[in-house]
């Protein structure tokens, strides 16, 4: 049973700084990559970063580039994003993801990816 738990969410002022975590269980083996996704209110589940197995590749979007950086422990049970920077506009419910051997398709498409957590709210003032 694949399970995938954040946590580290919170309030904080902008320009401050949050580290969200996700606990991956049930499978640590077959997958090709896990990412962050966010979804504000009244808007569509947005792609923020994503890293490849093995970790030396990771990927971030625009918006967030320079000031959020994805990574994950050396066993690869336990995925991370460092937030600095924050501004009020990255208010959302923070989601982890991660996909299967047989993904495919954009690491950015949230179609990619079969398992999701419960998410973790952000919230910038």
């Known amino acids: 049973h694949v399970q995938l738990v954040e946590s580290g969410g919170g309030s904080v002022r902008a320009g401050g700084f949050l580290r969200l975590s996700c606990a991956a269980s049930?499978?640590?083996?077959?997958?090709?990559?896990m990412g962050w996704f966010r979804q504000a209110p009244g808007k569509e589940r947005e792609w923020v970063a994503a890293?490849?197995?093995?970790?030396?590749?990771?990927y971030t979007a625009g918006s967030v580039k320079g000031r959020f950086a994805i990574s994950q422990d050396n066993a690869e049970n336990t995925l991370y994003l460092q937030m600095s920077s924050l501004k009020p506009e990255d208010t959302a419910m923070y989601y982890c993801?991660?996909?299967?051997?047989?993904?495919?398709?954009?690491?950015?498409?949230?179609?990619?990816?079969?398992?999701w957590g419960q998410g973790t709210q952000v919230t910038v003032s």
């Open positions: 993801a991660a996909d299967s051997s047989a993904a495919t398709g954009s690491v950015t498409d949230r179609r990619r990816y079969n398992y």
């Open positions: 049930g499978y640590t083996y077959n997958r090709l990559c």
């Open positions: 890293i490849r197995r093995g970790g030396t590749t990771t």
